[in-house]
């Protein structure tokens, strides 16, 4: 009697154990539709603000240098170059002159001096036309200060914005990687999984957990530096028109060199050490026995005899600006080409991410299919571990984005175009399906199966070897072509592509 018994408690013990395992596979898949509907791919929205993207002025030194240098230019201007001089002189006690052996008791005398060269009026107007020169050039200085400001205020929006999209992801991540972990310790304590399995879900759980507190320490740091636009603003993910992108030598750098050139030589102009000036004299003088007066008009020049190279110096300063320039020039093409090549890396790789994330919503699907067709129980796990990897995407998608954005923000910093209008767009994925006619033949799966299995792979169009009215009724209904042609060498075969996908979700 003892045998039977003992059969009858461990055929007990066995299905308590197969009602609680099966129990736990249905909550698995409980889990897996909840974490579904809360999976979306990142948004590529076809609204861009490219207000984000414009460069406004700000107020810096720069900005008071130029407006310096436009007083400074009209002052110049309104110089003319006249001097005016005066000098008195009375003689109190009357202490003879022993020059003149005469008793000057007062003397007096007025000039007005124009100066025409050094210093004058030609001279003024030079510097005032330089002045003007070296405006310009500050308002170029002032333009790249502004972009470079940009930039790094830029750079405080975008990454508030994308972490504020990791910390909302990394929140509903560790609450699936939670309720993933309590199944699979389950199944960990009744040996059914590895103990790598769950080590390795810890772990990521872990790992989450520290970047989601990492994140959320630095939103608070900078929250109070970011503007009520970017607090709850999802950016799109973006991609740059390379025809907008002007990385030539461009106009704007051709008149920067050629006014250098002109500042340069009107600095080292030859009237600089030239004094040349018209000048009219007053003179009056009291003695003790006359009174008597002269005016004087007359002209000054002076020039200094040097034996230099003057014009060697201005040509090598001219020679010297333009290599700056050049050597500037080139090594913003360098930078400009390195970014333009890093947008290109994060564009692909952010569809590389893309098609991943089409891959598992198919094999979602289709593990979904094979649940509910043949009645795989274990199905439900497979599904989570898919999800799991679709976070993963997400994850390293937002990653990705905000890298895309850092290098956005130098191309558009570096571009000689001002309007960004055309340069910013979406990213547009492609979803084109490349198995289509897809052979069906007679085989052992049940229509309905290989139905669904179609739909799941969102194959639109099928070559069948066989006629079956309900079938193609069923086919057409869905929008799927059907042909009847023979089936070519290379055909795919929907048979094999089950068998295939049977096989993958067999070996996890």
């Not at 080139?330 to 893309?354: C, F, M, R």
């Not at 191309?411 to 490349?434: A, G, W, Y």
Request: hydrophobic letters at 40%.
């Amino acid at each position: 009697m003892k045998a039977p018994i003992f059969i009858v408690l461990l055929l007990i013990s066995t299905i308590a154990k197969t009602q609680e395992i099966d129990s736990l596979l249905l909550q698995s898949y409980d889990i897996y539709k909840n974490a579904d509907t809360l999976l979306h791919f990142p948004n590529s929205k076809d609204d861009i603000d490219i207000n984000i993207f414009s460069i406004a002025a700000k107020s810096s030194p720069t900005l008071y240098e130029i407006k310096l240098k436009e007083l400074e230019s009209n002052s110049y201007k309104k110089d003319w170059g006249l001097q005016i001089k005066a000098n008195s002189y009375y003689n109190f006690r009357g202490v003879l002159d022993e020059e003149t052996n005469n008793i000057t008791v007062s003397r007096f005398s007025a000039e007005l001096e124009w100066n025409i060269l050094k210093g004058g009026f030609v001279a003024n107007r030079s510097r005032a036309t330089a002045t003007l020169l070296e405006k310009q050039l500050l308002d170029d200085a002032l333009d790249q200060e502004n972009r470079i400001i940009w930039r790094r205020q830029f750079r405080l929006h975008y990454n508030y914005s994308i972490n504020q999209e990791l910390l909302n992801h990394f929140e509903r991540k560790n609450k699936f990687l939670e309720r993933y972990f309590d199944i699979l310790n389950t199944l960990y304590v009744k040996k059914m999984i590895k103990r790598e399995e769950i080590i390795n879900i810890s772990n990521e759980l872990l790992k989450s957990r520290e970047q989601y507190n990492q994140i959320k320490f630095y939103q608070e740091n900078i929250s109070d530096s970011i503007p009520p636009f970017f607090l709850n603003k999802q950016l799109p993910l973006i991609k740059l028109q390379l025809s907008e992108i002007d990385i030539s030598k461009s106009i704007e750098n051709e008149i920067k060199t050629t006014l250098q050139k002109n500042i340069i030589q009107r600095e080292n102009r030859a009237f600089k050490d030239i004094k040349f000036s018209l000048y009219a004299n007053y003179n009056w003088t009291e003695t003790m026995t006359r009174q008597f007066s002269s005016p004087v008009i007359g002209a000054r020049f002076s020039a200094p005899i040097r034996f230099n190279n003057r014009k060697k110096i201005i040509q090598t300063k001219i020679q010297q600006a333009e290599a700056k320039q050049e050597d500037n020039l080139i090594g913003k093409q360098n930078q400009l080409v390195t970014y333009l090549s890093a947008h290109q890396e994060k564009i692909k790789d952010i569809h590389t991410l893309y098609k991943q994330w089409l891959i598992l919503e198919q094999r979602k699907r289709i593990a979904q299919i094979v649940r509910e067709e043949l009645g795989v129980s274990n199905c439900g796990l497979l599904m989570l571990q898919y999800t799991k990897e679709q976070y993963d995407v997400i994850e390293n998608v937002l990653q990705l984005k905000k890298q895309l954005y850092t290098v956005v923000s130098h191309i558009v910093e570096l571009n000689q175009k001002q309007d960004v209008r055309h340069l910013i767009s979406s990213i547009s994925f492609n979803q084109d399906n490349t198995l289509n006619n897809v052979v069906i033949t007679k085989n052992s799966f049940s229509q309905k199966l290989q139905f669904q299995f179609l739909k799941a792979k969102k194959i639109e169009r099928v070559q069948m070897t066989f006629r079956d009215h309900s079938f193609e009724d069923l086919l057409k209904k869905e929008g799927v072509e059907i042909s009847f042609t023979k089936p070519a060498p290379n055909a795919i075969f929907l048979e094999k592509l089950i068998s295939d996908e049977l096989k993958i979700i067999a070996k996890k």
